[in-house]
């Protein structure tokens, strides 16, 4: 089986971190590809929302630091490492106008943790460990920890967790805002789907929107943001799907979106 798996049903797209027995430690050949399905999903009709999951009982413990072991290489290698493709992820994903969940089940560690941060939402099972850890093995948070992590939780917070690498469970994890929601183990997969295909059949057009002005937002000043989001709803207003989801809560139906 291949160590990295994605299939599309019914308007998601899943992506599953296939090496359980690493804790789906993932490898650069693993990044390409996963880099990869992103640009793709960006692009491909049939994907209107995606999900990221690890197989087993982890979500991702990182990098394989049996693969991956760069101490003692160049520093321009090390860099050329992270930017050329570890951080095609990111890009990708900052690319993507579609939602993204992450369903965290088990530990998420270091760059795994970065990797589950970058999503748009993140459910998790009560089995759900996380930690920036790699302060533990003497490196800085390279997937962008420092990054996601002060605007989930604010600085104050995530220095501590990133200067400790501690870990904290799934229902801290909620109460601090890194998590939407934590389920049980044997559901979370389930109300994952729920959430992915409901976010699916809602209007494409209306929710790329929506998730590109929440992005944009976070850094600009309200004139401007009010200024975005009012070309976003005259463009969303003459689309087909605004029409449709008119009529459907008129007619008391539900609607069906085509895009466009």
């Known amino acids: 089986?291949?160590?990295?798996?994605?299939?599309?049903?019914?308007?998601?797209?899943?992506?599953?971190?296939?090496?359980?027995?690493?804790?789906?430690?993932?490898?650069?050949?693993?990044?390409?590809?996963?880099?990869?399905?992103?640009?793709?999903?960006?692009?491909?009709?049939?994907?209107?929302?995606?999900?990221?999951?690890?197989?087993?009982?982890?979500?991702?413990?990182?990098?394989?630091?049996?693969?991956?072991?760069?101490?003692?290489?160049?520093?321009?290698?090390?860099?050329?490492?992270?930017?050329?493709?570890?951080?095609?992820?990111?890009?990708a994903l900052q690319d993507l106008d579609k939602p993204m969940i992450a369903a965290v089940n088990g530990v998420a560690v270091g760059a795994g943790m970065d990797m589950a941060l970058m999503c748009d939402i993140r459910l998790a099972a009560s089995s759900a460990r996380f930690s920036e850890g790699y302060v533990r093995v003497g490196l800085v948070p390279g997937d962008g920890g420092c990054y996601f992590?002060?605007?989930l939780v604010g600085p104050a917070r995530a220095m501590e967790l990133l200067m400790t690498g501690d870990f904290i469970d799934a229902a801290q994890a909620e109460r601090i805002g890194i998590v939407n929601h934590v389920y049980d183990d044997e559901c979370l997969i389930e109300e994952t789907t729920a959430l992915a295909q409901r976010l699916a059949a809602g209007p494409p057009v209306a929710i790329a929107m929506i998730k590109r002005a929440v992005q944009q937002s976070a850094n600009c000043d309200l004139r401007t943001a009010l200024d975005l989001i009012s070309s976003h709803m005259a463009v969303v207003q003459s689309t087909s799907d605004s029409q449709e989801a008119y009529r459907a809560f008129v007619e008391k139906r539900t609607p069906i979106f085509e895009g466009r």
Request: glycine share 8%; charged share 30%; hydrophobic share 40%.
């Open 149 to 151: 992590l002060p605007r």
């Open 1 to 91: 089986m291949a160590d990295l798996e994605y299939e599309v049903t019914d308007g998601v797209g899943t992506i599953l971190l296939n090496r359980p027995h690493r804790k789906n430690a993932f490898t650069l050949e693993m990044i390409d590809e996963w880099a990869a399905v992103l640009v793709a999903a960006r692009s491909d009709p049939d994907v209107r929302t995606l999900v990221l999951t690890g197989a087993g009982d982890g979500f991702c413990s990182g990098v394989d630091l049996d693969a991956f072991d760069q101490r003692g290489s160049a520093p321009l290698d090390v860099k050329r490492n992270l930017t050329d493709r570890i951080h095609r992820v990111a890009y």
